[in-house]
């Protein structure tokens, strides 16, 4: 950190202005974050337990899972905290790990999303050497790929932000220390600042989703050349779940940061947010789940496996009850 901060703690004004919306949002949120954490939860012990499910496609869909799970656990909790604490500061470093954990997991999101549509390239391009071609260990290789690239360009963002100084309002516009009104409150913040920060962060949006787009056209490219109607549909079956997703994840994230900001955007921004951290990664095991009968039947298993062990260790404590009881 840069000797010229004279902030040390920083206020997150959130929901502030909002007084009365406080407790509806608190219930709202908090019942979003335990299924986020229920639905991606359900689809990593699914993939981990149906073996069916042990291919690079699952793979890459678990990660993902894991990754926006981490992704909400930066941000959610200490949401909820807020909207029921009065204190709503947060420390200089605290803003500057969670920071770093977000937009280092945001990245890795991006980059799993590439593999992804390159697996599903791989898959329809060469389904006969598609083993070969997708190994586990190429799989865990682009895994530790997005992971490394994602943080490392989050490292080099929070090295830019948190090496200016602030000294004068320490309040946050935003729920949490997102990049814009983080920057907005220093005082030696330039426009070669600002135009690193873009770089950096279309480095991330915009490459990865270029290496989606070039997947998309090969693989549009073979679907076209396929002779029979139901081999399209098949094709486009396995990856009509990932571009939903792709979709909704590149759209409102690319809204936020990609485009011009000024002082009044931060309202849209912190509305916009609320989306991309809350929304999308409830609609994404549930978009996967709805639309892939093999995770349906994979979560069914689960379901009807985790109940039968409730089942049991509840008949369990009424034997022992009754033992205790009896004696």
Known sequence: MSNRTTVSTFLLWGFSSFPD??????VVIFFSHVTILAANVSIMV???LSHNLHTPMYFFLGGLSFSETCTTMVILPRMLVDLLSESKTIALSEC??????????????????????YDRYTAIQNPLHYAI????????????????????????IIFIVFNLSFCDSNTIRHFFC?????????????????????????????????LITISYVFIGS??????????????FSTCSS?????CIHYGFACFVYLRPKDSDSFCEDMLMAVTYTVLTPLLNPIIYSLRNKE????????????????HQMVNKRTLHIKKFIVF
């Not at 073979?222 to 094709?235: D, L």
């Open 21 to 26: 919306l406080q407790s509806l949002l608190f």
């Open 46 to 48: 699914a993939i981990k």
């Open 96 to 117: 500057a790990t969670q920071m770093f954990f977000f937009f280092g997991l945001s990245g890795n999101n991006c980059f799993i999303m590439a593999a992804m549509s």
């Open 133 to 156: 071609q997708m190994t586990h260990k190429i799989c865990f290789q682009l895994i530790l790929a997005s992971w490394v690239v994602g943080f490392m360009v989050s490292l080099c």
């Open 178 to 210: 997102d990049i814009s009104p983080v920057v907005s409150l220093a005082c030696d913040y330039t426009l070669y600042h600002g135009m690193a920060i873009f770089v950096l962060s279309a480095f991330v949006l915009v490459g990865s989703f270029i």
């Open 222 to 235: 073979i679907v076209v050349k396929m002779p029979s109607a139901k081999g399209k549909y098949k094709a």
């Open 242 to 246: 990932h571009l939903i997703v792709v």
């Open 295 to 310: 995770i349906q039947i994979a979560l069914r298993k689960v379901v009807d496996n985790a109940n039968r062990f409730i």
